[in-house]
């Protein structure tokens, strides 16, 4: 047991800290916390309903960590920082699953458990850098749910969102308070007297096609009311797959993120 780590290409002091804190580090205190959460300066967040690491990284770095925690268990982290993209791979290994996280070169998150039990289901929750995420759930119960973000997925699919995903992100980092966060999302939307939230979006979407028409009294009032609609109606236009816009849409999305002080990644 214990913990092994490579370090290669450092290019900061603040990472080369880290190797003696975990170098050090007796195999007992391990069991409070897996890798990801030994990494002081690496931390899973949700941000605008998306999973993202945050990092105080060093540019052009490698790091790879292992660790043996207990008998018949053994944790694996990837790192690489590549041309300010962060590329990430964690692995989890014990007699009863095998837990996965990764981070491609093109933003795309992976989180998927295997579990050794043949009657246990199995679950991978894929986010890409843009548009709508899915979890899909193996076995005899199995469903393939797609979403426009985590939150969406959560509220929509609570009772198999909580059975299956939440208990793996919740292993990920064991003070994720995502439940209680579900639970006051979920308390703010009924008091919004009824508002049926899907249909709401659906009326954002229908804005953002607006955007396109060929009147340009028609672009205009699309553009005034997605403006009009706030935070609400930029968190959706955060999720929009870019690639389905047009230039004339994605002209005006940008220009509206502009005003209302998001950035959206439109390419």
């Given at each position: 047991?214990?913990t092994?780590?490579?370090?290669?290409?450092?290019?900061?002091?603040?990472?080369?800290?880290?190797?003696?804190?975990?170098?050090?580090?007796?195999a007992?205190?391990?069991?409070?916390?897996?890798?990801?959460?030994?990494?002081?300066?690496?931390?899973?967040?949700?941000?605008?309903?998306r999973?993202?690491?945050k990092?105080?990284?060093c540019?052009?770095?490698?790091?790879?960590?292992?660790?043996s925690?207990?008998?018949?268990?053994?944790?694996m982290?990837?790192?690489?920082?590549?041309?300010?993209?962060?590329?990430?791979?964690y692995e989890?290994?014990t007699?009863?699953?095998?837990?996965?996280?990764?981070?491609?070169?093109?933003?795309?998150?992976?989180?998927?458990?295997?579990?050794?039990?043949?009657?246990a289901?199995d679950?991978?929750?894929?986010?890409p850098?843009l548009?709508?995420?899915?979890l899909?759930?193996?076995g005899?119960?199995?469903?393939?749910?797609v979403?426009?973000?985590l939150?969406?997925l959560?509220?929509?699919?609570?009772e198999?969102?909580?059975?299956?995903?939440?208990?793996?992100?919740?292993?990920l980092?064991?003070?994720?308070?995502?439940?209680?966060?579900?639970?006051?999302?979920?308390?703010?939307?009924?008091?919004?007297?009824?508002?049926?939230?899907?249909?709401?979006?659906?009326?954002?979407q229908?804005?953002?096609?607006?955007?396109a028409?060929?009147?340009?009294?028609?672009?205009?009032?699309?553009?005034?009311?997605?403006?009009?609609?706030?935070?609400?109606?930029?968190?959706?236009?955060?999720?929009?797959?870019?690639?389905?816009?047009?230039?004339?849409?994605?002209?005006?999305?940008?220009?509206?993120?502009r005003?209302?002080?998001?950035?959206?990644p439109?390419?």
């Amino acid at each position: 047991m214990g913990t092994r780590i490579v370090l290669l290409a450092l290019a900061c002091a603040a990472a080369l800290s880290v190797a003696p804190v975990l170098a050090e580090e007796p195999a007992a205190s391990l069991r409070a916390g897996n890798l990801l959460s030994q990494v002081k300066w690496l931390r899973l967040e949700v941000v605008g309903g998306r999973v993202v690491i945050k990092s105080e990284r060093c540019p052009h770095s490698q790091h790879v960590m292992e660790a043996s925690p207990a008998e018949g268990s053994r944790q694996m982290l990837s790192l690489e920082s590549r041309a300010g993209s962060l590329i990430l791979r964690y692995e989890e290994q014990t007699p009863e699953a095998s837990v996965r996280l990764s981070i491609d070169e093109r933003g795309k998150l992976t989180i998927s458990r295997s579990a050794a039990d043949a009657d246990a289901s199995d679950v991978q929750y894929v986010q890409p850098r843009l548009g709508q995420v899915t979890l899909t759930i193996a076995g005899k119960a199995g469903a393939k749910i797609v979403a426009t973000d985590l939150w969406q997925l959560l509220i929509v699919e609570r009772e198999r969102s909580s059975e299956h995903l939440l208990r793996i992100l919740h292993q990920l980092r064991a003070d994720w308070a995502l439940a209680e966060q579900l639970d006051g999302i979920e308390a703010a939307l009924l008091a919004e007297q009824g508002t049926d939230v899907l249909a709401r979006q659906a009326g954002w979407q229908r804005l953002v096609d607006g955007l396109a028409s060929r009147s340009f009294a028609e672009r205009q009032a699309a553009d005034r009311s997605l403006r009009a609609g706030g935070q609400a109606s930029m968190a959706m236009l955060r999720q929009l797959d870019q690639g389905e816009l047009d230039g004339e849409q994605r002209r005006r999305v940008r220009a509206t993120s502009r005003t209302s002080r998001i950035v959206l990644p439109i390419p």
